[in-house]
């Protein structure tokens, strides 16, 4: 046996579980690959993350956030270098699983509006890379790469500059003071009910592998403007003013303008990525979110602050054009 699979087999040989019982896991959009592994009456999770994936990061941040008391989890062996590890085994109850089977959403997102809170009060790692301009504007040109072509309306130079001149103009507004840990991807699949465990502890945490250092707003927009799953509005308002009550050190009319601003550049990456998905990697079934999300992120462009940025949308990317890509 060679390649891949051989690799595999001797990490597990080398770290004793060779003889481990092997199940696929669910996949994310990402190359990762994961399989739940049983042996000698436990269990474990396989991280399988061949190149262009870099593990080096997932481990980094999953150990600061152990340390800071979140419930990521344990890397029980790695091999940086194959892109392989043994993580601890968090269950299969994710936050859209246990909602889907008709628990109260209430408590679990209160549960994880809190966990932010109490992330928010320790210092990010000093390895964090910044959330800066250039992240920002690197991630929202996938709009006009991905999106704008595949609606047959591709951005000339004139439209890349106004797109720029427009976001240029409101990002610097998305700052709240000092930075903070951002996970970037903290929404319903990636959080974890870990109902035997007490607290906030019972919030486990997944895919925070592209963590950096930014806007507190963030992660409250990936968790309640939810490409994947709707969140009630008057669930969303219940959250921000819980959210607010806990931060007095933020001025409220500040915040929800960076949560706009926020919301607005992640919705339309997502909606860039969702069309790369597809063209590139050959997964289709991200292309029926992308309706949704536009109607997330016309909610983010009413926002007064966002007029120029709505403007811009409005002459080169109007009503007709905001729906499904062609494949």
Same mark, same amino acid.
């Not at 399989?35 to 009456?41: F, I, P, S, T, V």
């Not at 991280?47 to 593990?55: G, L, R, S, T, W």
């Not at 925070?208 to 930014?214: E, K, M, P, S």
């Not at 597809?278 to 979110?289: A, E, F, I, V």
């Given at each position: *046996?060679?390649?891949?699979?051989?690799?595999?087999?001797? &990490?597990?040989?080398?770290?004793?579980?060779?003889?481990?019982?092997?199940?696929?896991?669910?996949?994310?959009?990402? &190359?990762?690959?994961?399989?739940?592994?049983?042996?000698?009456?436990?269990?474990?999770?396989?991280?399988?993350?061949?190149?262009?994936?870099?593990?080096?990061? &997932?481990?980094?941040?999953?150990?600061?956030?152990?340390? +800071?008391?979140?419930?990521?989890?344990?890397?029980?062996? +790695?091999?940086?270098?194959? %892109?392989?590890?043994?993580?601890?085994?968090?269950?299969?109850?994710?936050?859209?699983?246990?909602?889907?089977?008709?628990?109260?959403?209430?408590?679990?997102?209160?549960?994880?509006?809190?966990?932010?809170?109490?992330?928010?009060?320790?210092?990010?790692?000093?390895?964090?890379?910044?959330?800066? !301009?250039?992240?920002?504007?690197?991630?929202?040109?996938?709009?006009?790469?991905?999106?704008?072509?595949?609606?047959?309306?591709?951005?000339?130079?004139?439209?890349?500059?106004? &797109?720029?001149?427009?976001?240029? %103009?409101?990002?610097? *507004?998305? +700052?709240?003071?000092?930075?903070?840990?951002?996970?970037?991807?903290?929404?319903?699949?990636?959080?974890?009910?870990?109902? %035997?465990?007490?607290?906030?502890?019972?919030?486990?945490?997944?895919?925070?592998?592209?963590?950096?250092?930014?806007?507190?707003?963030?992660?409250?927009?990936?968790?309640?403007?939810?490409?994947?799953?709707?969140?009630?509005?008057?669930?969303?308002?219940?959250?921000?003013?819980?959210?607010?009550?806990?931060?007095?050190?933020?001025?409220? !009319?500040?915040?929800?303008?960076?949560?706009?601003?926020?919301?607005?550049?992640?919705?339309?990456?997502?909606?860039?990525?969702?069309?790369?998905?597809?063209?590139?990697?050959?997964?289709?079934?991200?292309?029926?979110?992308?309706?949704?999300?536009?109607?997330?992120?016309?909610?983010?462009?009413?926002?007064?602050?966002?007029?120029?940025?709505?403007?811009?949308?409005?002459?080169?990317?109007?009503?007709?054009?905001?729906?499904?890509?062609?494949?």
């Amino acid at each position: *046996m060679t390649g891949r699979k051989a690799e595999i087999i001797r &990490f597990l040989d080398t770290i004793g579980w060779s003889a481990a019982a092997r199940a696929p896991l669910a996949g994310d959009a990402s &190359f990762r690959r994961y399989e739940r592994l049983h042996h000698n009456g436990g269990t474990a999770v396989l991280m399988d993350a061949p190149p262009p994936e870099d593990i080096t990061s &997932f481990v980094a941040v999953a150990s600061y956030l152990r340390d +800071v008391g979140c419930s990521a989890p344990k890397v029980m062996a +790695v091999e940086t270098g194959s %892109g392989l590890a043994l993580l601890e085994d968090l269950g299969d109850n994710t936050y859209t699983r246990v909602l889907n089977d008709g628990a109260n959403a209430a408590p679990l997102y209160t549960a994880a509006i809190d966990l932010l809170v109490e992330l928010q009060t320790h210092a990010p790692a000093d390895w964090l890379a910044p959330y800066d !301009k250039a992240t920002y504007f690197a991630e929202a040109d996938l709009l006009l790469d991905w999106y704008m072509p595949a609606m047959d309306a591709t951005p000339n130079s004139a439209a890349r500059e106004a &797109f720029h001149e427009a976001w240029d %103009g409101v990002l610097p *507004m998305s +700052v709240l003071g000092a930075p903070v840990t951002v996970l970037r991807d903290y929404h319903a699949d990636n959080l974890m009910w870990l109902s %035997g465990r007490e607290g906030l502890a019972r919030v486990g945490l997944l895919d925070f592998q592209d963590a950096l250092a930014g806007s507190p707003a963030y992660d409250l927009v990936s968790l309640l403007e939810d490409a994947r799953r709707q969140v009630p509005a008057d669930l969303v308002e219940a959250m921000i003013t819980r959210y607010l009550a806990a931060s007095p050190q933020l001025d409220p !009319k500040a915040f929800r303008a960076a949560f706009a601003i926020l919301g607005g550049q992640r919705n339309i990456k997502i909606i860039g990525i969702f069309t790369r998905l597809c063209r590139r990697d050959g997964k289709p079934s991200y292309l029926s979110m992308i309706p949704y999300v536009w109607r997330l992120l016309e909610g983010d462009l009413a926002h007064p602050v966002l007029s120029d940025v709505r403007a811009w949308f409005d002459r080169y990317l109007p009503p007709p054009l905001r729906g499904i890509p062609h494949p």
